[in-house]
């Protein structure tokens, strides 16, 4: 498009420096000679922030999608620990699976207006998590005597 405004291509190579190749800000401003007094003007360029801004969401993007393709296997991990023979791994697998973030589907499904005893709205266990965590917990308590 005729006369649009776009970034210089320095400024396009140290974007992608930034995003792309793994390195902290300072080393891509000094493998590519750009004075910090330079860097922050770009930092006030429209363009410049606008396209910094359109990377960082791709990465966030980026860094959910992976941590929701391991979600299953981290649980499952979760779940084995609390059968952990040390006390205090089990406590703690069994604490971090109470306390996971539910999905949206999730909290779709729990009661209008149900809340804990802060006040706040009560997260729900699904029964088979919550029958692993007792006999877990009962186990633990067992060993514990």
């Known amino acids: 498009m005729a006369g649009e405004k776009q970034l210089s291509k320095k400024q396009f190579v140290v974007i992608n420096d930034l995003f792309d190749v793994g390195m902290d800000e300072q080393a891509v401003l000094d493998k590519h000679h750009i004075s910090r007094s330079v860097y922050n003007k770009w930092l006030t360029n429209e363009l410049f922030v606008k396209e910094f801004s359109r990377r960082m969401e791709w990465a966030y993007k980026q860094s959910e999608a992976l941590i929701a393709k391991y979600a299953a296997v981290a649980a499952a991990k979760l779940v084995q620990l609390t059968e952990s023979d ?25 009661p209008v207006g149900a809340k804990n005893g802060d006040g706040k709205e009560a997260e729900q266990l699904s029964p088979e998590t919550a029958s692993r965590l007792l006999a877990a917990l009962a186990e633990n308590g067992k060993k514990d005597k």
């Open 86 to 110: 040390n006390p205090e791994t089990a406590r703690k697998a069994c604490l971090d699976i109470i306390s996971l973030p539910k999905t949206e589907a999730q909290k779709k499904e729990q």
